[in-house]
């Protein structure tokens, strides 16, 4: 019993790290005017330097935006 309870517990972790590192840092473009963007990233607005249109997923670095990466597709066998 307690092999099953440890191999779902790691499942579990598994599942929950993978998601979380699939939706961190993407922020969406709301504004721009100027150089001066504004951006929603998980529900917290800020206001950053850069180029972007609205509407843009960007990443925001030291308080500039950046592209966001693309994420790389899982390879099957």
């Known amino acids: 019993m ?4 440890i191999s779902l517990a790691m499942a579990v972790a598994f599942v929950a790290s993978t998601a979380a590192v699939s939706f961190a840092g993407d922020c ?5 005017e100027g150089t001066k963007v504004t ?3 998980a529900g917290k ?3 950053v330097e ?3 249109k609205v509407g843009d997923m960007v990443a925001v670095k030291d308080g ?4 966001a990466k693309k994420k790389k597709a899982v390879e099957g066998c």
Do not use: I, Q, R
Not at 2 to 5: E, L, Q
Not at 28 to 32: E, G
Not at 64 to 67: E, H, I, L, P, T
């Open 2 to 5: 307690s092999k099953k309870m």
């Open 28 to 32: 969406k473009v709301t504004a721009v």
């Open 39 to 41: 951006v929603d990233c």
């Open 45 to 47: 607005m800020e206001t």
């Open 50 to 52: 850069g180029a972007a």
């Open 64 to 67: 500039k935006v950046v592209a």
